[in-house]
């Protein structure tokens, strides 16, 4: 299948986990794809391993270290995107971060750290999205990294629930304000996926006394799981394609649960 062949997308957050899986998903399918984080290093040795991977094929690869809540960072890394590709059509805002800790032990730090990536990082990567699209002139998607927890709170992360209840509510505001635009803006919502980010998850948790061993979070958390298992990041891909592609063209504002069935809504 070819459903994104040409079309230009950025995603943030792809120097590993879902993110990395939701680019090479889109390259495979004929893409082209700017891998963009703000780890320089990683980042680059990933965009460098897919560019030969695509070697001889349509689609193009390149990169772009970027903090997301940096607003002249991601106008750059835009501005390199349409430079290197000649558009912008699809933007992933998937780039985020949890440090979880005990509730009555939450700081002002750790809110705002997680807040501002996860909530104002959204914000500006989609405003400024939005702006290259309308200045094409032809529309374009913007597509969103939520979660379960932005449908229900957990404990020891709650900073990171309401983080991604605001990526909803961006969602929703954007799809309304920008449907004028032809710019669709979805999203969607993993459940336990095996990433890096659930390893260090893991680690807190222990640190904080919300856990005694390595994986029991990870096991508690997956008891919920009605497809019995933790997802993959490759889970995930069929439906973020499916997001940036033209078969969701009549699809805005809404946000698409892949959790195995853990949070029924």
């Given at each position: 299948m070819a459903r994104v062949?040409?079309?230009?997308?950025?995603?943030?957050?792809?120097?590993?986990?879902?993110?990395?899986?939701?680019?090479?998903?889109?390259?495979?399918?004929?893409?082209?794809?700017?891998?963009?984080?703000?780890?320089?290093?990683?980042?680059?040795?990933?965009?460098?391993?897919?560019?030969?991977?695509?070697?001889?094929?349509?689609?193009?690869?390149?990169?772009?270290?970027?903090?997301?809540?940096?607003?002249?960072?991601?106008?750059?890394?835009?501005?390199?995107?349409?430079?290197?590709?000649?558009?912008?059509?699809?933007?992933?805002?998937?780039?985020?971060?949890?440090?979880?800790?005990?509730?009555?032990?939450?700081?002002?730090?750790?809110?705002?750290?997680?807040m501002g990536i996860n909530g104002l990082g959204c914000l500006i990567g989609m405003q400024e999205a939005a702006r290259q699209m309308i200045s094409q002139g032809s529309g374009g998607k913007i597509v969103n990294t939520a979660s379960i927890a932005s449908r229900q709170g957990f404990g020891n992360v709650a900073p990171y629930c309401a983080s991604k209840w605001a990526v909803v509510s961006l969602t929703q505001s954007g799809a309304r304000d920008l449907a004028a635009h032809n710019i669709t803006v979805t999203g969607f919502a993993p459940g336990v996926v095996a990433t890096e980010m659930w390893e260090q998850v893991d680690q807190d948790l222990m640190a904080i006394?919300?856990?005694?061993?390595?994986?029991?979070?990870?096991e508690e958390f997956s008891a919920e799981i009605l497809k019995g298992r933790v997802a993959q990041p490759e889970d995930i891909t069929g439906t973020t394609t499916f997001l940036a592609s033209r078969d969701s063209d009549y699809m805005t504002g809404q946000i698409i649960m892949i959790d195995g069935g853990m949070t029924l809504v």
């Open positions: 062949a040409g079309r230009s997308c950025i995603v943030t957050g792809a120097a590993q986990g879902i993110g990395r899986a939701i680019g090479e998903a889109l390259l495979a399918e004929g893409a082209h794809v700017c891998f963009a984080d703000i780890n320089a290093d990683k980042v680059q040795e990933v965009a460098d391993t897919n560019a030969a991977r695509a070697a001889g094929a349509d689609a193009m690869v390149t990169y772009a270290a970027v903090d997301v809540t940096d607003r002249e960072q991601v106008r750059a890394m835009i501005a390199h995107t349409v430079d290197r590709f000649g558009r912008l059509d699809v933007k992933f805002n998937n780039a985020g971060v949890n440090k979880p800790m005990n509730f009555l032990d939450v700081t002002e730090d750790n809110w705002n750290f997680i006394g919300a856990a005694e061993r390595p994986g029991q979070a990870m």
